[in-house]
C-alpha cells in the first residue's frame, strides 16, 4: 500500500470514530405519536354546568360516567329537546382527527337525535338520524365528511336534538380519536 492509500484509509477511519463518539454523546429522545384521542367535554365539574346550553333539563351526575366521576343526566320532553355544547368561546381545529365519538347511556325506549355542528363563521351542518338504543352506547361521526361543510378548523359548536324526545339520557366523555 502506498501512503497516500494509508492516508485516506486513517482520516476515513477517524472520521468515523469521531462520528461514533459524537453520536454516544447525544442523548436520544422518543417521538412521542400524537395522541389517539383528545378529550373535549368530560362534564366533572358542576361549575361548568351553567356553559351548557339548550332546552333539556340537566344535571351534572355520577351515574352511567365512563371518564372520571361525573356524567351529564338530560331529561328529555317535547318542550325539552336539545342540548348545546359550546367550545367555551374557543374554536376547536378539528383537522387530522377521523371521528367524533360520544358516550351516551339511554333509560328508556330507542331514541334518534340529531347533530349540528357549528363554526365560528356561522356555518353549520346537520347530521341527521342516529340512533340510541336503550343501555350504553357510543355514537360515532366521520369527521373528514364535514370537510366543506364546516371550518374544521374553528369548530365552535355541538348540538344534539331529539326526535320524538322523552326520557332520560346521559353524555359523556365527548372527545375526537383518529
Given amino acids: 500500500m502506498s501512503n497516500g492509500t494509508l492516508y485516506r484509509a486513517g482520516v476515513i477511519g477517524l472520521l ?20 389517539s384521542e383528545r378529550l373535549l367535554f368530560s362534564f366533572e365539574r358542576r361549575t361548568m354546568l351553567p356553559l351548557y ?11 352511567h360516567a365512563t371518564h ?13 329537546e336539545t342540548i ?9 381545529d378539528w ?16 331514541l334518534t337525535v340529531n347533530l349540528r355542528i357549528s363554526d365560528a ?3 353549520r351542518h346537520w347530521i341527521w ?6 343501555g350504553a352506547n357510543t355514537l360515532a361521526y366521520d369527521i ?19 326526535e320524538q324526545p322523552e326520557g332520560v339520557i346521559y353524555l359523556d366523555n365527548v372527545r375526537l380519536s383518529r
Fill in 16 to 35: 468515523l470514530a469521531v462520528g461514533w463518539l459524537v453520536g454516544c454523546g447525544r442523548e436520544r429522545h422518543a417521538v412521542k405519536p400524537p395522541p
Fill in 144 to 162: 373528514p365528511s364535514l370537510q366543506g361543510r364546516v371550518d374544521l378548523s374553528a369548530v365552535a359548536e355541538l348540538m344534539w336534538y331529539a
Fill in 53 to 63: 346550553e339548550g332546552t333539556a333539563s340537566r344535571a351534572i351526575v355520577s351515574e
Fill in 95 to 110: 383537522r387530522g382527527w377521523r371521528t367524533l365519538k360520544v358516550d351516551v347511556y339511554r333509560d328508556g325506549g330507542p
Fill in 121 to 123: 363563521h356561522g356555518k
Fill in 129 to 134: 338520524s342516529t340512533r340510541i338504543s336503550p
Fill in 84 to 92: 348545546i355544547l359550546p367550545m367555551g368561546g374557543f374554536p376547536s
Fill in 68 to 80: 372520571g366521576k361525573h356524567a351529564l343526566r338530560l331529561k328529555l320532553s317535547p318542550k325539552r
